[in-house]
């Protein structure tokens, strides 16, 4: 019995196949890509703009999908991606992680003009106010679309925001050219990223979309918390070792103060102390006794007392402040008489 015959293919579907093998060894990382409506010049632009950071093959998706199953063998888990080819798709190889991939895809994405019968990805909404357009047939055109529109002073104005068309709703003919007028584009073009191969994991295009300013938010709070929590039972880490044992050295230096505790760390401030006391006793002493101290002791503590002027001048503040204060109660009597006189 003969040989079943080998099927003939295509010589460039070989070559695309062995390529794409070679990308999934060579990459982390591959995810599949909707490319269904991105324009020949815009899927271009977004593919320079990856240059260097990650790279795009696009090819039928029989094809795609053999060259995932002869990478599968070497690639646990990459079987699973296949689930995902569906539509105009293509496949991009990075050394990003997942994340950092859908991040940098939704940040090249670019609005463009609505097409008719496309759904609508958001409500839209022609705001109220005064417009450029000049009285004429483009009222009729606004009132068919919906859009509460009359001709006051010579301007078409918008009276109110009227809602043309809802989220998921088809756009019509009528509602292309009324958006076209006003500048609105309502269809985002970029690449979507249907699913994402990692390390044996598939991630799903909506597991990526992450709220950075929440997820740090979430992560700074976590942090204080076990921070402040290892602090309160003294478990040491690298993190908090040093204001762990700044804290102890605070607690064992008021506690050896406390306690009379001598130590080459209190010295310093029993040795002030017991300056400050020496010369306050000195001080009693010399105001009963001018001549009960030496030299040196007398002078070190006539040098930290108040002079005789500043004295003065604190006492003759006092009597200053009460002529003040008397003048006051003065102003206030002559306004009360001043005020009592208007009810006579």
């Keep these: 019995m003969a040989a079943a015959k080998e099927p003939d293919v295509a010589e460039w579907k070989r070559e695309l196949v062995s390529e794409l093998k070679e990308k999934f060894s060579d990459y982390p990382v591959v995810g599949i890509l909707n490319i269904s409506g991105i ?3 815009q899927f271009q632009e977004m593919r320079s703009l990856l240059r260097g950071r990650a790279e795009i093959k696009v090819g039928r998706r029989v094809l795609l999908r053999v060259a995932m199953e002869k990478s599968a063998e070497d690639n646990s888990g990459l079987e699973e991606l296949k689930e995902y080819l569906e539509g105009p798709c293509a496949l991009i190889f990075t050394e990003m992680n997942p994340f950092q991939l859908w991040k ?32 004429g047939p483009i009222i009729g055109e606004l009132q068919r679309a919906g859009v509460n529109a009359r001709i006051q002073a010579g301007k078409i104005v918008v009276l109110e925001d009227s809602k043309i068309v809802e989220e998921g709703e088809e756009i019509s003919e009528e509602v292309v050219g009324v958006l076209s007028k006003f ?7 970029g690449f979507e990223l249907l699913a994402a191969y990692e390390d044996g994991t598939v991630f799903h295009g909506s597991m990526l ?21 290892t602090m309160e039972v003294s478990y ?20 050896a103060l406390g306690a009379s505790i001598f130590t080459p760390g209190v010295m310093p401030e029993y040795l002030r102390r017991a300056i400050t006391e020496m010369n306050n006793l000195a001080r009693i002493v010399h105001s009963n006794n001018e001549d009960a ?5 007398r002078s070190q503590i006539t ?15 006092k009597p200053e402040e009460k002529e003040e204060k008397e003048e006051v109660k003065e102003e206030e ?9 208007l009810f006579e």
């Design 39 to 41: 324009p020949a010049p």
């Design 104 to 135: 940098v895809l939704e940040d090249n994405k670019t609005n463009a003009p609505a097409k008719a019968g496309m759904e609508s990805p958001e409500d839209i909404v022609i705001p109220a106010g005064e417009t450029d357009f000049s009285p």
């Design 183 to 189: 500048d609105i584009e309502p269809r985002e073009i």
């Design 209 to 229: 979309e992450v709220d950075e300013e929440k997820t740090m938010s979430q992560l700074r709070k976590a942090f204080a918390d076990s921070l402040a929590l």
């Design 236 to 255: 040491p880490t690298s993190t908090n070792i040093e204001p762990i044992i700044s804290q102890a050295s605070s607690q064992a230096h008021s506690l």
């Design 293 to 297: 101290l030496d030299e040196d002791l």
């Design 303 to 317: 040098s930290t007392q108040p002079t005789r002027t500043e004295k003065e001048e604190k006492t003759k503040e």
């Design 333 to 341: 009597t002559e306004e009360d008489v001043n005020l009592g006189g």
